[in-house]
């Protein structure tokens, strides 16, 4: 009899202890998209912080502001005052919230140079003088659902300037301009607990 006790107390402290495990688990999960969506709801900065420079290799920094998507079309106009109509560049930071672990394909059209770095890892390059075209350029990363840090990075030469850039995948449709309400100007998470 003391021997079935023995057992069943065992076997009562295996459950508890596997249903304890899988509890805790799934409250990661959880945790991470509830912290997600509520941030989205607290009103959190959302948009990038966005350095203009004078020169096209980020030489003088003119001034800081926020922005909420990466899409600008300054034409043959300067971007802000005391920054050049011609020669500048412009560097936008911010964290972008993934909906889910999978392959994100981001487009890109610009006049003129233009690259895109998330996680320290270079997405996009095409750092050079070059018209706007409709076809535009493409690369892809493997992300996993939560936050990453995103740093896109644009200069002007001469003429007509103008940026614009797309992701896809996880659900997020292919004509979704970065920003809005996937970015933050700050980390919800660091960034070792979305990995
Ligand atoms: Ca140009």
Known sequence: ?????????????????????????????????????????????????????????FQEEICRRIEPHLRRFYGTRAPAWGVPRNDFSARWEGWLICPSTTNYVFYSQSNDGFRLIIDDEPVLDNWRPQRWTQSGTHGSAWLTQGVHHVVAEFFAANGEAALRVKWAGGGIGKNTVMGGRHVFRQAPYRKEESR
């Open 1 to 57: 009899m003391g021997d079935l006790c023995k057992r069943i107390g065992t076997a009562a402290v295996l459950l508890a202890t596997s249903w304890w495990l899988s509890g805790w688990c799934l409250q990661g999960f959880s945790d991470l998209s509830m912290g997600v969506r509520q941030l989205a709801r607290r009103n959190a900065p959302q948009g990038f912080t966005v350095t203009y420079y004078s020169g096209r290799d």
